[in-house]
């Protein structure tokens, strides 16, 4: 009998012995929201066991927070100025790049893809095999211009007409119109029709939930789980942000009325709980089938966010903005070799996900991909690969952070904040006007000036003063 699976073993194609990858993307999850990383109020027991058995990037940015840009970085592995998508209009990734799906496939992994899809062209145009769970814009019934009320009869404003699609792209109707109390639960059902296949090839699964997105809706069985008077107000909550940051009439900024009131954002942030609650548990449906099966000792899982939110800091609502609880996301990753309950203080961004799996699965890494591999950090063998964070939206905002400092320039009224991380996390106290700080403040501005210029930033390119 040994003999005979030896043979089996040989006779196996030589990808057969290659590891897998779980890559599951939230959408609008704060770097606080889970509970092994310090917040007691959520139970997130399945993210626990990831974080336990995995590790943890402490510094990891999304860049540009904004859903279409932040997923075309990882599609690309490039920069919004290298892949053609900043969140300007409607831009299309640049098609003379590699994209992630299509390296993986190229290296004989079978890439799927279950979830939210929010770039140009479709999944299986862009080098997945196959989609399950598709949720994408288009298919509703609901008019242009019909007010469709949410929770405490607030219009919704998020997801309008979007549906699920089948194989051949026809909308499934009966899974609902727009975001759903159980979207994400169907999400999870697309990618476990995947996890249930007995193939021998090795897979790529991209998981893109909506959640904890607007409009937020009580997931079924969590109506008293998370209740305002669980909640705590973030430590920096304010009721209006202290100057026009660029976005005050954004559509994110409008789903509160001014000023934020306590009782507001703490009803928000119960139903938030409850929906990232409900992510986790499913999240645990797809671990619970790689532990039953025996794949799952030889699967890299990653779990992260486009993005974070503000939902009540610094009087914000949305993410359209540089302070951690929006350009800092979750990061982590599990896995064959990866060392258990792992932090890393490095910095690492979203784009980065496309060469670290690429580095981890032995395949090449594309010639178009800038981003920069993350492997050598979980393997020991370097402190850090970026010097240096960077962060942009649109025409109004850039940052950058280098150590415990963190510079955040509004390039349309010339005003700059400066914090120090480590003595105020919350980033309550602006040190820009501080005489002690203005050499720090210069270089911090020359680094980012030259950053920005060397990415071919148009505003740059004309050129900033310190």
Known sequence: MRFLIAVLLLSLPLWAAKPNFLVIVTDDQRPDTIGALGNPRIATPNLDWLVKNGAVFENYICSNPLCVPSRAEILTGCTGYRNGVRGLGREKI?????????????????????GKWMNDGQPTTRGYHETRGLFSSGGGTWKKGEVIRGRKGRPITGYRNWTFKNSKGKPDLQKGIGLTPLTDKYIADGALEFLKRKTVQPFFLHVNFTGPHDPLVVPPGYEKKYTRAKMKLPE???????????NLKGRDEALLPWPRTKADV??????????IDHIDQQ??????????????ANTFVIFTSDHGLALGSHGLMGKQNMYDHTIRVPFIISGPGIAKGQRVPAFGFLRDMFPTVCDLAGLPIP???EAKSLAPLLRGQRQNVHAAGY???????????V???KLVFYLKTGRQQLFNLTDDPHELNDLSRSPVRRARMRRMRRSLNQWFHDQGDELFLRGFKD
């Open 94 to 114: 640049n098609p003379k790049l590699t994209l992630w799906p299509a390296a993986m496939a190229a290296g004989g992994y079978h890439a799927w893809y279950s």
């Open 236 to 246: 920096n909550f304010l009721p209006e942000h202290p100057f026009d940051h660029g």
């Open 266 to 275: 703490l009803d928000e942030l119960a139903v938030y709980y409850a929906v």
């Open 283 to 296: 999240v645990g449906r797809m671990l619970d089938q790689l532990r039953a099966d025996g794949r799952l």
């Open 367 to 369: 010639k178009s991909v």
């Open 391 to 401: 962060g942009y939206f649109q025409d109004v905002q850039r940052m950058i952070w």
């Open 403 to 405: 150590e415990n400092w």
